[in-house]
């Protein structure tokens, strides 16, 4: 079955290769449509059903639980595609060694984490619990490298099925746990179960579809070569983290986590079109990769299209939330949450700088440049900690949120000047984000 509208896939049958990336992007923008239209309605039920308390703790253990599972990927999604993509001949054992390396990081980071906890909220035996339940879900990391064969194939419509299924499934599971009136702690059990489903059901479909797993093969030779190329991209990917989720964690940890939860709100709503730039950036990711072997200008050329169209995107959804901030949060969360709508109007302002930064993970990826990767991410982590304990005790909530929206743009986009190896990738994003010069291209385009 294909997503594309007759209309679009009659006009570009002649290419095969665009109408698979245009197939693979219908399926993820599928998978995100679905769970934004259900995932916000049982997101925001629960929020209600849980008020700001309760629901700050599960959102603060989600973050924790999150910083932890970042460092347990060790960074190999893009380095397994990528290798899958240039060696098919050795898919096998890149996958094999790929899974093993994720085994042994998803268990080494649980253990970290349940100590962490333990110190963090010595005091607080629920906050623990949950985090504990959550965090066993780095126990099945090995899983993902399912979702990295399909990516690499261009066939994320197979992840797209057995996730959406069971994120479907599971709902249903917690509006159940709604009516029931059940405790917190359920959520949590509700949301373990779901990760093991999907991690059992994607191995299956992989096996089915793909290489079997009885012929994944694993190396010491090949996990170093991983490790080379990906431990860089883990401490960057636990560096975004980071200044995604460390908000809401130091949020708790310094006013509480009815905070957390107002703020964990407006979070929900801001987040919920990230899933557009991934989407498109990953399904164009073969195209850019193989565009950098055959024409260096092709290359630049597509780079460029891909942040003008990132920012036209984002800026789509900031300009008019920026202003419907605080109606949206009353409407949808009730008058508990109405402090979430000042956080939302600044919030969501980081999703422009979001947007580009994952746009140009391309470039880092496709010029083998970890370490300036790394350093971008790393301070842009940085700032947002310092930014944090600064404009938290005097701005509460909306401190925090003006912290996001500064380490992303210092990230993203002030990063690349300061690099010469970035700086042509920072005028490049300097010309997608000026307004005369989208308005010029679009006169001349009516024209």
Known sequence: MSLIPAFIRRRISHQPGLVKIVDNIGWLFFDKILRMSVGLFVGIWIARYLGPEQFGLLSFATAFAGLFGALASLGLNGVVVRDIVRDPSNANLTLGTAALLQLMGGLISFLMMLAVISFVRADDPLARGIVAILGAMMLLKASEVAA????????????????????????????????????????????????????????????????ALSSLRASLE?????????????????????????DQIMLGQMIGDDAVGIYSAAVQISVLWYFVPVAIANSVLPTVLESRRRDIKQYDARLKKLYELMVVLSLAVAIPFTFLASPVIILLFGGAYAGAGAVLAIHIWASVFVSLGV????????????????????LGAAINIILNLWFIPLYG?????????????????????????????????????NPFSMLKKQSQRGD
């Open 148 to 211: 990295y064969w399909f990516e690499s194939q261009v066939l994320s419509k197979y992840t797209v099925w057995v996730q959406s299924s069971a994120f479907l499934a599971f709902s249903l599971v917690k509006v159940y746990l709604i009516l029931q009136q059940a405790p917190l702690l359920t959520f949590a059990w509700a949301m373990l179960v779901e990760a093991i489903v999907v991690a059992i059901v994607l191995l299956v479909v992989l096996s089915r579809t793909g290489p």
């Open 397 to 433: 909530m909306v401190g925090a949120a003006i912290a996001t929206v500064f380490s992303q743009a210092t990230a993203a986009w002030l990063y690349d000047a300061l690099q010469p190896a970035t700086r042509a990738m920072f005028l490049m994003k300097m010309a997608a984000m």
């Open 359 to 378: 746009a140009s993970n391309h470039w880092f990826l496709a010029e083998n440049r970890p370490m300036l990767n790394l350093q971008r991410t790393v």
């Open 222 to 246: 090949r996990s170093r070569t991983l490790l080379a190329d990906s431990w860089p991209l883990a401490i960057s990917a636990l560096a975004i983290t980071v200044y995604m989720k460390i």
